[in-house]
């Protein structure tokens, strides 16, 4: 069964910067297309960032320029790096794995004060 690790969240004042780790185990990682996703309060989840499994990447229009995804296959993990953070990046942050299956982390908080 696949399970994906979510880690790095935390409070960062605005303008600050701050780096998510996702741990991924039981998934042959290196055939999945890997994501981050972002739900605020009262919000549908977005997608922020996406890394296909071949490292093309793709960014939500909100956080291009600031944020970087990655992906280090040998240690199965995938990473956001979030800079110049603003305080409409608050959220709960979720890894997805996407191949034939589907498997979600358990979010870590984001939190940027203004």
């Known amino acids: 069964q696949g399970q994906l690790v979510e880690s790095g969240g935390g409070l960062v004042q605005a303008g600050g910067s701050l780096g998510l780790s996702c741990a991924a185990s039981?998934?042959?990682?290196?055939?999945?297309?890997m994501a981050w996703y972002r739900q605020a309060p009262g919000n549908r989840r977005e997608l922020v960032a996406r890394i296909t499994r071949r490292g093309s990447t793709y960014y939500a229009d909100s956080v291009k320029g600031r944020f970087t995804i990655s992906r280090d296959n040998g240690k199965n993990t995938i990473y956001l790096q979030m800079n110049s953070l603003k305080p409409e990046d608050t959220a709960v942050y979720f890894c997805?794995?996407?191949?034939?299956?589907?498997?979600w982390g358990q979010g870590t908080q984001v939190t940027v004060s203004s």
């Open positions: 997805k794995a996407e191949s034939i299956k589907t498997y």
């Open positions: 039981g998934i042959a990682f290196i055939y999945n297309d």
